[in-house]
């Protein structure tokens, strides 16, 4: 055996040997009963859902969201599994407001045991009618918005020398995919920061899980911007959206999520499409891009589109809402994505 060899040998043993202690090391499952868990994005889709899971394994709950009617009707809902919220409205890109409603929260409770960062916005068209507008107001709510969030439970969690706090993040913070561009470069911000965050935060007791989501049927693309071809872009969104192979229920993704948080986990990547699109990615780059630059060749083009951005619900067209997206419609009306005047 060469000097070579013998170094990645002892480098190999070296690898297996930290993994080995850091599973040993691992905390055992977390229970959420009697722990004070703040939602970000909490009153509909996915932040609902998860905030009635964890009403019924008797957390206490607070939401933030911006809208106070949507609060409102979340805090109802999520009374009917045994939890009573204190809803906040409250703009997570607004670092003072952020820090007066997390006083408040702890005012409340005592103090915040977990933090969910599940607030976000979604823009989609092609990067001809992008702006620099559309990319900071992006970074604004997916990046800033967890930041200011992290930023305001950080020195409660720090006196407790405990917390766990969980960034949802996306497919698209991993892979950039095509005509979601602002979106992807603020997921991508976010899975830094949170990934980094959680080498620092590790000897002050504190956990921080990244959350990797596919396609999720939450009822959420009537909420996200379109531009360009904005009926277009809605459709093909919309409808990728509800494709059961290719997407998993809210349920499910907040089971997984809450199980990573569970198991003071690093990362979890929800869905089997996006785990073997996330493997492709890293083991066939040029592959992955070339993949990619078809399926943009096969997405509505900037010709004809406008500049302005139109929320999902205002694109409609035969063929969204239709029986293509019928998952998708049913998702929102159960996860207060439509209010019941729309319905």
Known sequence: MNQLERTALVLAAAGVGAWLLT???RQPDYDFRDKVVLIAGG??????VLARKLADQGAHLALFA???????????????HGAQPLALTCDITNPQEVLQQVRQTEARFGRIDVLINNASIIGVGPEPVMTRQDFEQALANNFWGAFNMVEAVLPGMRR???????????????????????????????????????????????????????????GSPRHGLFKGQSQAEYAWFSISDSLPLL??????????????????????????PAKVAVKLRALF???AAD??????????????????????????SSLSPSVLTMPTEMAAVQNNEISPAER
């Open 285 to 287: 780059p040029e592959l």
């Open 160 to 218: 407790q020398q405990a917390g766990r706090i969980v960034n949802i993040s996306s497919i698209g913070g991993k892979i950039s995919v095509p005509h979601l561009l602002p979106y992807s470069v603020s997921k991508f911000a976010l899975a830094g920061y949170s990934e980094g965050l959680r080498a620092e935060l590790a000897s002050d007791g504190i956990l921080v899980s990244t959350i990797y989501p596919g396609l999720m049927r939450t």
């Open 291 to 316: 993949v990619l630059a078809l399926s943009n060749r096969l997405l509505p083009g900037p010709d004809g589109g406008s500049t302005e951005a139109r929320p999902g619900r205002e694109c409609t």
């Open 23 to 25: 599973r040993a090391r």
């Open 43 to 48: 009153s509909r889709g996915l932040g609902l």
């Open 66 to 80: 911006r809208d106070n009617a949507e609060l409102e009707r979340a805090a109802a809902d999520v009374a009917h």
């Open 247 to 272: 997407t998993i229920s809210a349920e499910q993704a907040a089971d997984d999520i809450l199980d990573c948080c569970r198991r003071g986990e690093a990362e979890a990547i929800l869905s089997l």
